[in-house]
């Protein structure tokens, strides 16, 4: 795998990390809603993860990342719907997609 794969693996492992140490053990979804300051932070963290994997897939299109295009379609909906952003879907990101996600890209960076 080539080195600029993996910087970009690590960087989508490193912002999934800080989101979840953004939200700490209790991750409750309303002081989430309520904490803008956070709520840009892991928006911000859902930014580099999309544009991480929209390099990736632009240097070797044979990664095996499950759902690579949707992880950039939201990248580009965080940014350019930057009004529309809808907590309850980005909740839904951080509580059903991350955890997958992290053991997808911790599998691919042992390699």
């Avoid at 080539?2 to 409750?28: E, P």
């Avoid at 997958?100 to 960076?109: A, D, G, M, P, T």
């Amino acid at each position: 795998m080539k080195r600029k794969i993996k910087k970009y693996l690590f960087d989508i492992k490193v912002s999934i990390d800080s989101i979840f140490d953004y939200l700490g053990d209790k991750r409750d979804f309303f002081d989430y809603q309520q904490n803008k300051l956070l709520r840009r932070a892991v928006e911000r963290e859902i930014e580099i993860i999309g544009e991480a994997t929209h390099r990736i897939l632009k240097l070797d299109d044979t990664i095996l990342i499950e759902n690579a295009r949707q992880i950039v379609d939201t990248r580009n909906w965080v940014i350019h719907g930057y009004d529309k952003v809808d907590d309850v879907v980005v909740w839904g990101i951080i509580s059903n997609h991350l955890p997958k996600l992290r053991k997808e890209i911790e599998k691919l960076l042992e390699t």
